[in-house]
């Protein structure tokens, strides 16, 4: 069994973070260590798309919870752990846990849950070739706004 599309997160700016990459043999988990883009954050969102393009509006959305009760501490503090795991029959388990405070969260995604149809993931891969230098110019354009708004914090 394989993970047709990615499985991704939402991250800072609309952009995704790729845990599971296309055609990943199952089972398979990957985890992968985030943290807060502001300060005093005491929840975050969590939300699992599969797709191959940057933004996460052009992708499909799978599912979401939250994660709750982090400490509240500087922007790039916390410690928060995602993990994607996928089962041989394709359920994917998504959970995230504060290392910090050892409070931790999940869902389950089954392939009734949203998931794409192989006839659906073909259309999404040509659209992603399609498009992929018009992405990776707004991905260039989304770092360079990331990195002067964390810049400009110092001053």
Not at 12 to 21: H, N, Q, R
Not at 85 to 99: P, R
């Amino acid at each position: 069994m394989f993970a047709l599309l990615p499985s991704v997160i939402e991250t800072t700016s609309g952009v995704f973070t790729k845990l599971i990459p296309c055609n990943t043999v199952s089972p398979s988990r990957k985890s992968q260590i985030f943290s807060t883009a502001a300060d005093n954050r005491p929840t975050v969102l969590i939300q699992v798309f599969e797709g191959e393009r940057l933004m996460m509006k052009d992708n499909n959305h799978l599912s979401k919870f939250e994660l709750t009760g982090i400490p509240l501490a500087p922007r790039g503090v916390p410690q928060i752990e995602v993990t994607f795991e996928i089962d041989t029959n394709g359920i994917m388990k998504v959970s995230a846990a504060n290392k910090g405070a050892g409070k931790s969260e999940s869902i389950t995604i089954t392939n009734e849950k949203g998931r794409l149809s192989k006839e659906d993931i073909e259309p999404m891969v040509r659209e992603a070739e399609e498009f992929a230098s018009e992405d990776e110019a707004q991905g260039n354009v989304l770092k360079l706004i990331t990195a002067a708004t964390r810049f400009s914090f110092w001053f």
